[in-house]
């Protein structure tokens, strides 16, 4: 039962050009988004989140869009730097689960110099 | 400075075995949690622990036992491995339990169990 899913495995792009990564999730208690980045052989890291009185939030170069009515999020990268490439997970939570983060599969980004 | 560690990176074990994963944390963090990541990159989570209280336990097998000596320490026990129990465990840590807070994972630890 995955509440939350990423359905491209994969997306290559352009150095300089925008990456957009999508999530979808079906649980519509959950009120709060994460991204993690994960490079090979480490653990997540926190990028970004969106809270759901939210719909958009920007830091630098990434940007989280969040569309409750579709319960669609993304996440846009511009412009690409190879320094990307790396698996990002999109992450949820509500407020009456704690702190307990429900993770996509991941989509793995790589950016072409 | 490494904020969330553990030990071992990898795990090579016998069916049958009891096994032991270290997790240590020096972020000052009262919140930590192991997740499990599986072979089809599922991350889900298994237990947290909040000053020293088991606050969320998934549907996770009683052989998967929890046990945090101090704050800043929580080791994962298992019992009787499986074969399905192979996969790639991280430990992480987080202040409080507002929802969503950011937490920080440790690098993880590949179990794999022949």
């Known amino acids: 039962d995955q509440q939350v899913k990423q359905n491209s495995p994969s997306l290559s792009v352009q150095e300089g050009r925008i990456s957009i990564l999508n999530c979808d999730y079906t649980?519509?208690?959950?009120?709060?988004f994460l991204w993690y980045k994960k490079y090979p052989a480490e653990g997540p890291t926190f990028l970004i989140s969106?809270?759901?009185?939210?719909d958009k939030n920007e830091d630098g170069r990434f940007t989280v869009f969040l569309n409750k009515s579709a319960k669609h999020l993304s996440l846009h990268i511009v412009p690409s730097q190879p320094g990307d490439s790396a698996v990002y997970f999109c992450a949820a939570s509500s407020q009456t689960g704690a702190n307990n983060l429900f993770f996509g599969t991941g989509t793995r980004l790589t950016v072409i110099p | 400075d490494t904020a969330v560690s553990q030990t071992p990176k990898y795990l090579v074990t016998q069916m049958g075995n009891d096994k032991s994963i270290k997790c240590e944390q020096n972020l000052g963090h009262d919140t930590m949690y192991w997740y499990k990541q599986d072979s089809k990159k599922f991350l889900k989570i298994m237990f947290s622990y909040n000053n020293k209280e088991l606050i969320i336990n998934e549907t996770v097998p009683n052989r998967f036992s929890p046990k945090s000596p101090d704050k800043a320490h929580l080791n994962l026990h298992i019992n009787s491995l499986e074969l399905g129990d192979s996969a790639v465990y991280f430990c992480?840590?987080?202040?409080?339990?507002?929802?969503?807070?950011?937490?920080?994972f440790g690098p993880g630890t590949r179990l794999t169990v022949l």
């Open positions: 649980n519509s208690m959950f009120d709060y």
């Open positions: 969106i809270s759901s009185i939210k």
């Open positions: 992480a840590s987080s202040q409080g339990m507002v929802p969503g807070g950011s937490q920080f």
